[in-house]
């Protein structure tokens, strides 16, 4: 069935380096990738997303990455931040479907 | 300008009881989905339902779950005879009019259902 695999689950970096979280996903048919942050008790919050048309979305400090023949997708955040520090999920989506599969997630902490 | 809205924000019953979750698309958007998110693990698509229609529902369990859109009023999860395995945090999503491609959902605050 659709699957999404996630990695790394954990990820530690110093404030300023650059952090990279990859996803892999299994239906070929997926043509639009979301990624959500989200903080400890609160809601998902949509921070970049990139449909199959594109091979690359920058947004200041974020920016996300598609490789269609591969089918894995990557969240690149630069210079980061102690507010960065959040879970960080990727999800796959398509025109029939619509639902999201999402990832297992990734912890990202920034240590000052 | 409301987001999605969703109410309670914290549920807590006894094994047995049912429970009643509500989501409030955002303005404008006719489309829902409804996420389960245990505790440490990522989001699970559970069902997805238009006005008076539900669409998919696939990631609900067969038994004890139940969804409904209705043409007034919002978007209603129910769980009947609850279990101590259906604590978790339940989000709602909601899109606008899908036109061909797929959309932005944009989450509501959750509710955490508590089964002691």
Redo the contacts between chains.
């Keep these: 069935g659709e699957n999404v695999e996630?990695h790394p689950s954990t990820l530690s970096v110093q404030e300023g380096d650059s952090a990279v979280i990859k996803c892999t996903y299994s239906d070929s048919a997926s043509?639009?990738f979301?990624w959500?942050k989200q903080e400890l008790g609160?809601?998902?919050?949509?921070i970049i997303?990139i449909?199959s048309n594109v091979g690359e979305k920058k947004d200041q400090r974020i920016a996300v990455t598609l490789n269609k023949t591969a089918k894995h997708f990557s969240l690149h955040i630069t210079e980061t931040q102690p507010e960065d520090s959040a879970v960080y999920?990727c999800a796959a989506?398509?025109?029939g479907?619509?639902?999201?599969?999402?990832?297992?997630?990734t912890r990202l902490k920034v240590l000052a | 300008n409301a987001g999605v809205m969703q109410n309670p924000r914290h549920l807590v019953r006894r094994r047995g009881q049912e429970a009643r979750l509500r989501c409030s698309p955002m303005k404008g958007h006719s489309h829902v989905y409804w996420y389960r998110q245990l505790p440490e693990e990522g989001l699970k698509f559970m069902v997805y339902l238009q006005k008076e229609n539900i669409i998919d529902e696939s990631g609900m369990p067969k038994e004890r779950f139940s969804a409904e859109f209705p043409k007034e009023g919002p978007s209603i999860l129910r769980i009947q005879q609850v279990v101590r395995g259906d604590s978790a945090a339940y989000f709602c999503a909601s899109s606008p009019q899908n036109s061909g491609t797929a959309d932005t959902q944009y989450f509501g605050p959750g509710t955490r259902l508590t089964v002691l």
Excluded: A, V
């Design positions: 996630q043509n639009y979301p959500y609160k809601r998902p919050q949509l997303d449909r999920f989506s398509n025109t479907t619509y639902k999201y599969i999402f990832g297992t997630g």
